[in-house]
Every structure is written in C-alpha cells, then in structure tokens.
C-alpha cells in the first residue's frame, strides 16, 4: 500500500492471493471477474505476481529463480482474455508443500508432482476442447488450432513433454488419424490409457518427436526467460508470455491466439487462451507492450555473474537470517537496477523497512503503468469466432 501513499489513494480493494504458483493466476481471473462485474467502477485493475524459488542444497538447487510480473487490467486493450473457453482442475494432493514455517524450502515429492502437473493439464485440456467446440471456435481444438501454447515452467523440458501430451491427447481423441500425415509412425499408441502412460518413456519419446515442429514454432519461444532465470513460481506462466511476445515482431503478433496452461502444485490449475487484437486502434498499444517488454533482454544481460560458492553462501546466510529478529542486512547494493526496492531493518516486531534505488533512469525507462503489460475483458473486443 506505500506505492499508493504518495496519490492518496486508499480506496484499493484486493488481498494477496496464495495458492503455490498458480496464485498470480487466480489474481488475474480476480481482476478480470471485476472488470466485467457490477461492480466495476471504472478504474484499471493491477495484478502483481512476484515469487522466489529456493531449495535446499541438492539437485533441485538449480532449478530455483526469482522474478515478478505485473499487469493492467482494463478495457480496450490489445491482449484479450476469452473467457468462454476457460477451463480449471483442482485436487488436494500434496505433491509440493511448505509444513516447516522456520524454512523457505519445500517439501518435494518430485514423480508425484510430475504426474499431478500431467494429470492437471490433461483434465484442463479435455474440459478445453469441449468448451471450443460449443462456443464454435474449433470443431476439433487441436495444436493447428492455436498460433502459441504457454505453459507454466518448473523447467523447460517438462514444458516441451507438456506439448507433446497435448499432441497425445489430440491423438487419442481424433476419430480418423492422419497416420501418413501428422501422426506418421504412430499407429501403435492407438491403445494408449492417459493415466498409465504419465512415465511412459516410449510414449514421452514418440511424441516428443511427432510434436517437434509444434514446439519449435508455438512454444520454444516462450522459453527465453524461463531458460535464463529458471523457476519463478508464480510469475512463471506469465514470464513465458512475455517470452513469447518479444520472440515475435510486432507485425506479427496481431490476431495471434495463445493458449495458457496455469499449474500450482496442491492442487490447482487452469487452461484459457488470450487473443491478440487486430484491431488498428490498439495498434499504438500493442508497440508500447512490446517496445516495454523488450527491455527484458537488456536486462538479463546486464545481469552480475555469480560463482556457485558465491550462490551457496548467499542462500547461507539467507537460511540463518530468515526469521531474525531484530536484523539488519548485510551486503552491498552497487549491483542493484534502478527502481529497485530492497530490504533495509527488520525490527523486534518483525515489521519490515524498505527503501529504493533511485535513479533519473528508472523514469525514462519505465514511465509508467500504462507502458506495461495490458489484458482486457473480452467484452471490450470484438472476438473473432474461428481457430
């Protein structure tokens, strides 16, 4: 609320909302469910998804990032959530958890959270289809059907097994297969059960294989960040968006349609798809989303290596320090980007101190909330009714 202060603005409603990775997600729908309700009063909507993945010392470790995402939430926007074929799965399953409140790290049951994150996406998939087909978008969704499939991204090769599943399921369901086409050296998984081929390796390398040029072309780009930074938990989906976005020109991207895969582990997860708009007057936008999101390779490139015993030093201190009380960092801020909040006392109360690297530069760079991601109701944009 101390970003509001400065505006006099306290008239804000919204709670943060938790739910492993697929918080930043149900955020959206929040947001998006208001916009479009009674209850909408005109203003825009921000939805901030911020995460840190940290493990233990072990072969998890690496796999571990940070990073945040935010976006506007509002009508006439260039990128436009269809909700007519929003689908959502949810289990009580503990495939990933925190029991431990003096720790920062899970409790992991790896297979089991692998066959959860599948089993999810199958059953978002399925529901998916269905809904495609009754709104008159597709009379068979397929993966022809979309120009780009985002996945939420513990790693990137669960993400490229993810498509070739989408692939399966598409196979299994398709009445007459193309076995001289699409689904050439095939024709013996015919038989296959969605719920025991989940670590069927033969199955997994199949159509991997068959679904190759999907991925190259529909979700490889969205890996960019995901494969630089690692897993961010709840922005993770969204910065595969961003990926996806700045991996195609400006010129490109009107009338695309994406199809999104939201997983958190517990579990809770959903499929919607987001359309970009070919309509002229959200061009000017549309250049400022992308001119915006670009600015993400500078970034990652400005980036200041660490050496792993730098790494495991730092996580460390980070372990002996989590919950002291009273505490003040330690460390050097040189490194820091300009704009950045970080934490200066932690009182005997628990009661937290920032403060922020100012810089002339921050203002250039990011002028504003209206220079940043933007995703309308698709009350506001005329959709487009075809695959």
Request: aromatic residues 10%.
């Amino acid at each position: 609320m101390q970003l509001f202060e400065a505006s006099g603005n306290s008239s804000v409603e919204g709670i943060d909302t938790t739910n492993a990775c697929y918080g930043g997600t149900a955020a959206l729908f929040n947001a998006v469910n208001w916009v479009e309700s009674s209850a909408w009063d005109g203003r825009y909507a921000v939805v901030l998804a911020g995460d840190i993945a940290v493990y233990a010392s072990g072969n998890a470790r690496c796999t571990g990032g940070a990073g945040a995402v935010a976006m506007l939430i509002g009508p006439n926007a260039p990128l436009v959530i269809d909700q007519r074929v929003r689908s959502t799965y949810m289990q009580h399953v503990y495939d990933f958890y925190k029991p431990d409140m003096n720790s920062e790290y899970p409790v992991v049951d790896g297979k089991l959270s692998v066959q959860c994150y599948l089993q999810a996406m199958d059953e978002c998939y399925q529901q998916f289809k269905k809904k495609a087909q009754r709104e008159g978008i597709a009379e068979h969704f397929t993966l022809t059907s979309a120009d780009g499939f985002v996945f939420h991204s513990p790693y990137c090769k669960l993400v490229q097994k993810s498509l070739a599943r989408l692939m399966l399921n598409d196979f299994l369901q398709d009445p007459n297969p193309d076995f001289q086409g699409l689904y050439k050296g095939l024709e013996g998984f015919r038989e296959v059960k969605l719920k025991d081929s989940y670590f069927d390796k033969q199955v997994e390398s199949a159509f991997m294989k068959s679904s190759q040029q999907f991925f190259i072309q529909k979700t490889k780009p969205s890996l960019f960040i995901a494969s630089q930074v690692g897993n961010m938990y709840t922005p993770s989906l969204y910065s595969c968006l961003v990926s996806f976005i700045i991996n195609h020109s400006l010129n490109e991207l009107p009338g695309k349609r994406i199809v999104l895969f939201s997983y958190g582990s517990g579990l809770a997860s959903s499929m919607f798809t987001l359309m970009i708009s070919e309509d002229t007057s959200q061009k000017t936008q549309l250049e400022k989303i992308h001119q915006c999101l670009n600015e993400v390779r500078e970034r990652l490139n400005s980036r200041v290596k660490m050496t792993p015993e730098q790494f495991e030093q730092t996580l460390k201190l980070r372990e002996e320090t989590h919950h002291k009380a009273p505490y003040t960092p330690v460390g050097s801020t040189e490194n820091f980007f300009p704009g950045t909040w970080y934490l200066t006392e932690v009182d005997s109360k628990h009661r937290r101190q920032y403060e922020i690297m100012s810089s002339s530069a921050t203002m250039s760079n990011s002028s504003a909330l209206d220079e940043c991601t933007h995703v309308a109701h698709p009350m506001t944009v005329e959709q487009p009714t075809t695959a």
